[in-house]
C-alpha cells in the first residue's frame, strides 16, 4: 500500500515513488556531473586557427586564437593581470608571420606604417629563417618565443615607448604563467632563471611607461591615466622603488573621479609598501 496505492486503474504503476528525496544527495550528483564537464573542457577545445594577411609581406597564414566563448575570467594579479580558468590565453596574443617573420600583439597586428614596414623587412625578414605554427595548442616556450619576436620587431619598427612596454608586461605575464603550470617539474635553477626574465621584463615595461606617461597621449595600452598610474606604482613595488611607487599611486587615491575598484588596489598597493618598510 502506499499514498499511490489505486492509481494503476489510471495506468501509473510507479506506486512506490517517494514522496520526498534526499536533496544533499542530488546537489552532490550534480556538482560532480559538474565537475566531470568541466575536467572535459581541454586547451585545444577553445582554440580555432585564425586568417590573418601579414602587413610586411602580403602573404596569408593561420595563428591560433583563443574562442571568446569558451573561456572565464577567475580574477587577476596586482599588475592587473587576467586571470582565467582551464586555460592561459596570453599564449595566444603574439601572433607571428610564419614567411617573413613579422610579429605583433594582436590589437597592432595591423598598424604597420610604409617605414616600419621597409625596417622590418631589412632588418627582420632578410634574416628570418622561417616558423612552423602548431594548429593543436601553443606551449608556453613557444609563447614566449613568439613574444621575443613581438619585441624584436617593435624595436626594429621603433613604435612609441608604450607600447614596447605594453609587450615586456604580457611577456613577464607569459613566463609567471609557465612558472606556475610547469614549475613543480622543473629544477630551483630554471625556476630561478625563468624568475629573472620576468623581473627583467618587469623593468623594462617599468622604465617604459615611466617614460610614456609624460610624453605619449592616453589611453594608453588600452588604459586610461589613473589605470596605467597605478600599474606604473605596481611595477615600482615589484622593483622594490617604494618612493617611486607612492609618488604614482598618490595621483590615484587623491582622484575623485577614480573608480572604486582602482582606488581599493591603489591602497591595497599602500598598505603593502607599508608593510614592506615595517618589516625592513
Sequence with gaps: ??????????????????IYSDDSEKEKLEQKETAQQETKIREEDCL???????PVCDKEFKSLAVRAGKIRTIGQ????????????????????????GYA???RYFNRVMPLQGKKLRAEVQSQFKGLHLSMKCYSYDE???????????????????????????KLGWVLRGKEENEGPKMTPEECEKLRAEELECIEN??????MAFSSENFPMSGMDEMTVSYLIAELAFEL??????????SNVIGNTAVSPRLKNKAIDLKERIREKVKNG
Excluded: W
Design 1 to 18: 500500500m502506499g499514498l499511490f496505492s489505486g492509481l494503476e486503474a489510471f495506468g501509473f504503476q510507479n506506486s512506490d515513488l517517494k
Design 48 to 54: 580555432f586557427p585564425k586568417t590573418y594577411k601579414c
Design 77 to 100: 594579479d596586482d599588475d592587473l593581470r587576467p586571470l582565467y580558468k582551464d586555460i592561459d590565453p596570453l599564449k595566444y596574443d603574439a601572433i607571428v608571420c610564419p614567411h617573413c
Design 104 to 106: 605583433a600583439l594582436s
Design 143 to 169: 609563447a614566449i618565443m613568439h613574444y621575443k619576436m613581438v619585441l624584436l620587431c617593435d624595436v626594429v619598427g621603433g613604435v612609441k615607448n608604450s607600447r614596447k612596454a605594453y609587450t615586456c608586461l
Design 205 to 210: 615595461a617599468y622604465e617604459g611607461y615611466k
Design 240 to 249: 622594490e622603488k617604494y618612493r617611486e611607487s607612492l609618488q604614482m599611486l
